[in-house]
Each structure stands twice: as structure tokens, then as C-alpha cells.
């Protein structure tokens, strides 16, 4: 199964629409329906923060940036020798992360979400923008395709697992 690759602009509509793209990806993959809904809401959580906290309005007077505002998701599905599946999620914004507003009630918990519901959330910001990195836990998807990649896979899974683990993968 090829990775989902989606580069979307920074718009209120673009968590749902990963939402749904991502749903129709895990359906392909045969992903579970209670772990596909986990990594749905977190996916959805780190989109969603991207959308509204990474783009700041230009100040009055400023130039505006020279691209549009976008975000970019990658999910690809690694499976260990073992025949287990993980997914592995990158969201990459290119913008600058505003301050939290103090005293916002219920706000401010989307990592402990991402946490919660994932296996490992890996948090990179650079002057560049920010890659948040998920790993889903291990699940057993179905149909036949899982148990063609372990047949073909053998010992080279364990590699492979190494592989999808390794800094800049996706």
C-alpha cells in the first residue's frame, strides 16, 4: 500500500478533510475500526493545532508570506516481522507557533490526546516550522494483504522496523 501524502492549505475545512482521507486510506489498509478511529482523532488533533495556532497574521503594514500557509501530512504503514502493523504519521507545518493563551479553560491538552491515544508523539520545531511525529500502536489489519506482506517479508521485517524508526524517514 502506498503512503498517504496530502499538502493542503491552512483552512478551518482541512481537518476534515484529512479526517476523511485519512479514514478512506485505513479502510484500504484493513486498520482496525476502534484503533483507526484513535489514530483518526489524533492525526486530527496535531492537524487541527497546525491550522490554528502555527500561521501568524501579518501585522498591519507587513508582507504578507510568500507562499500560502500550508500543511503537509504523510502516513505510511510499516509492518514488523511479527506481521503487526504501525502506522507512522508525520504533520509538518512551515510557520511559527503562537503563544497559549493563558486561562483558556479546557484548551491546551492536544499532545497529552496525541499521547494517549498513539504509541510515541515526537515534537520537533525548528525556525522553519513544526514536524510532529506518531507512531500508532501495533495492530493486526485484515484481509489478505497482511498476510502477504509477512509472507514476503520473513526476517526482513525486523529491518524494516528499524528503517521506519530511523529521523527523517517520512
Request: net charge positive.
Given at each position: 500500500m502506498r503512503a498517504l501524502h496530502l499538502r493542503l492549505p491552512v483552512h478551518p475545512s482541512t481537518?476534515?478533510?484529512?479526517?476523511?482521507?485519512?479514514?478512506?486510506?485505513?479502510?484500504?489498509?484493513?486498520w482496525p475500526g476502534e484503533h483507526a478511529e484513535?489514530?483518526?482523532?489524533?492525526?486530527d488533533e496535531a492537524v487541527s493545532n497546525a491550522v490554528e495556532h502555527a500561521y501568524i497574521t501579518p501585522d498591519p503594514g507587513q508582507a504578507p508570506p510568500e507562499q500560502p500557509p500550508r500543511v503537509e501530512l504523510c502516513v505510511a504503514d510499516r509492518t514488523a516481522a511479527d506481521a503487526?502493523?504501525?502506522?507512522?504519521?508525520?504533520?509538518?507545518d512551515h510557520g511559527r507557533w503562537?503563544?497559549?493563551?493563558?486561562?483558556?479553560?479546557?484548551?491546551?491538552?492536544g499532545l497529552?490526546?496525541?499521547r494517549a491515544l498513539t504509541?510515541?508523539?515526537?515534537?520537533t520545531v525548528t525556525g522553519a516550522g513544526t514536524r510532529v511525529k506518531m507512531i500508532s500502536r501495533a495492530v493486526?489489519?485484515?484481509?489478505?494483504?497482511?498476510?502477504?506482506?509477512?509472507r514476503r517479508l520473513g526476517d526482513v521485517g525486523a529491518m524494516l522496523l528499524f528503517a521506519w524508526r530511523t529521523p527523517g524517514f517520512c
Open positions: 481537518p476534515g478533510h484529512v479526517r476523511r482521507q485519512l479514514r478512506r486510506w485505513l479502510r484500504q489498509v484493513g484513535d489514530l483518526v482523532l489524533a492525526v503487526s502493523h504501525r502506522a507512522v504519521v508525520t504533520v509538518t503562537r503563544p497559549r493563551v493563558v486561562g483558556s479553560g479546557s484548551r491546551g491538552r497529552q490526546l496525541m504509541e510515541s508523539v515526537d515534537v493486526r489489519v485484515s484481509g489478505t494483504r497482511a498476510a502477504d506482506t509477512a
